[in-house]
């Protein structure tokens, strides 16, 4: 089976963690991006997803 790279952007919560966790559960690799600073529960997720994440900071 081919594994599939996803760019999934706002994974703190909603439909993009949503669509974050099914990426990750059927074996494809996801780029998770959020804004949120306080989302230290979001990255322990994403550490246990095996995912890539980036904070993205649209504020400067």
């Known amino acids: ?3 599939k790279n ?3 952007t706002g994974v ?3 439909l993009g ?3 974050a ?3 990750i559960a059927q074996g494809d690799y996801a780029f998770a991006t959020f804004r ?5 529960e979001v990255q322990k997720d ?3 997803w095996k995912a890539i994440s ?3 900071n649209f504020d400067s």
């Open 36 to 40: 949120k600073e306080s989302m230290a």
């Open 17 to 19: 963690r949503a669509l």
């Open 46 to 48: 994403i550490d246990d």
């Open 1 to 3: 089976m081919n594994k």
């Open 12 to 14: 703190s919560g909603g």
């Open 54 to 56: 980036s904070k993205t």
């Open 6 to 8: 996803w760019l999934i």
């Open 21 to 23: 966790k099914k990426v």
